[in-house]
């Protein structure tokens, strides 16, 4: 599955999957999104949807992809718990996404900048902490790649689900 799919920019890359369903909660982004997904070496389904409440049964995906998508989901945390829900237990999550970096004062810009740049850009917050939210959420981080001045993450990680037995 894939978060906010947008345009549909990451579709042209997938390769090996039987299939990827994606969601995005704007009908326009997703019209856009169609040619791409017709024109994709895997069957892709485009569905109206929000991360905050995915209509997927629990289990049911074996990997989720989110590019640049945390900085604009309202509620990550809800998110990012229906994503371990419609996730397999040892599913992976796999991200790439522009974060609020450790750097004093530039950490502090991207605060400050903040309230003025979610209007320009469509919600975009430049101050999340994805990786901590990941993290909290109960996913076990495998590999952390860093940008950019660690403003771009690349993330994997894993669905671990807790069992009583
Ligand atoms: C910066 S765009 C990234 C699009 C795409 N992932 C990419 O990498 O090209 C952010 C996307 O998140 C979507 N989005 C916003 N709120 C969302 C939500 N609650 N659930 C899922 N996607 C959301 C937007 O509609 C938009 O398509």
Redesign the pocket.
């Known amino acids: 599955m894939e978060?906010?799919?947008?345009?549909g920019?990451?579709f042209p890359f997938y390769e090996h999957a039987n299939k990827v369903t994606a969601?995005?909660?704007?009908p326009r982004?997703r019209e856009l999104s169609l040619p791409r997904a017709q024109s994709a070496q895997v069957p892709i389904d485009v569905i109206l949807a929000?991360?905050?409440k995915l209509p997927f049964p629990d289990d049911f995906f074996d990997t989720v992809v989110c590019?640049?998508?945390f900085c604009?989901?309202?509620n990550p945390t809800k998110?990012l718990e229906e994503i371990r829900r419609v996730c397999k237990p040892e599913g992976h999550i796999l991200l790439i996404e522009h974060v609020k970096i450790e750097h004093r004062f530039l950490g502090q810009l991207q605060e400050w900048l903040t309230p003025f740049w979610k209007r320009l850009c469509d919600?975009?917050h430049l101050n999340r902490n994805t990786l901590h939210l990941v993290k909290l959420a109960g996913f076990k981080v495998t590999s952390v790649n860093r940008y950019y001045k660690d403003i771009f993450l690349v993330v994997e990680a894993i669905n671990k689900k807790q069992s009583f037995f």
């Open positions: 978060i906010g799919s947008g345009t920019l990451n969601i995005e909660p704007e982004m929000e991360a905050e590019t640049l998508v604009t989901i309202p998110a919600g975009c």
